[in-house]
C-alpha cells in the first residue's frame, strides 16, 4: 500500500516533508508529486482519477492560499483524502487555506489536520494503512507508546 503526498507548489514541501518523513519512519511506501490545481489541471485530473488503479491506498494533499487541491482530488477519487492547509507568502495568516479544505460540501469529505500539521497528516495516513497492514500497525502502537513515555519521563522530572 502507498500513500500519495501531493502539494499545490514547491514552496509546501518544507511543510509536507513532515508527512513524507513519518511515513518512511512506519515502512511506508510514498508517491510524492507537485499537483496544481490551477496551473496543472489536466494532471489533477490524471491523477485523482487513477490514484486507487496506480497502488494509492491514501492521498494527503497540501495547499497554501485558496487550497483547492485537496477538495479537487476529493471530488475525483474514491480514496481517503487528508488535507494539509499550509500558511503561503500570499495567506491570511493560514484561514484561507484551513477554511477551503475544511469546508467542503456534503459527499466530498476531506480529513483535515492543522495548519502546517503535515506530520498529523502523515500519521492518520498511517492508521488508516494500518487498519489493514499489521506491520504497520505494531509500527504505530510502539510510536504511541514513544509518545506516552515521553510524557511521564517529563512528568516525573517537574515532580522531583
Known amino acids: 500500500m502507498k500513500v500519495a503526498v501531493v502539494m499545490g507548489s514547491i514552496s509546501d514541501m518544507p511543510v509536507m516533508q ?10 511506508i511506501e510514498t508517491h510524492v508529486d507537485i499537483v496544481s490545481a490551477h496551473r496543472t489541471p ?18 494527503i494533499a497540501g495547499a497554501g492560499g485558496a487550497a483547492h487541491l485537496p477538495g ?8 481517503p483524502v487528508i488535507g494539509v492547509p499550509v500558511k503561503s ?3 491570511i495568516d493560514g484561514w484561507d487555506s484551513v477554511l477551503s479544505i ?9 480529513a483535515t489536520v492543522a495548519l502546517n500539521g503535515a ?7 498511517a492508521q488508516i494503512v494500518g487498519s489493514h497492514d ?6 504505530i502502537i510502539a510510536y504511541k507508546q514513544k509518545l ?13
Open 72 to 79: 479537487m482530488v476529493a471530488s475525483m477519487s474514491p480514496l
Open 119 to 125: 506530520k498529523n497528516a502523515g500519521i492518520l495516513a
Open 134 to 139: 499489521k506491520a504497520v500497525l505494531d509500527k
Open 89 to 91: 507568502s500570499n495567506s
Open 18 to 27: 513532515d508527512a513524507i518523513d513519518i511515513l518512511k519512519e512506519f515502512g
Open 42 to 59: 489536466e494532471k489533477l485530473v490524471d491523477f485523482s482519477s487513477n490514484a486507487h488503479n496506480n497502488g494509492i491506498s491514501v492521498i
Open 148 to 160: 506516552k513515555e515521553a510524557v511521564l519521563k517529563a512528568a516525573e522530572g517537574i515532580q522531583k
Open 102 to 110: 475544511l469546508q467542503m460540501p456534503g459527499g466530498v469529505p476531506v
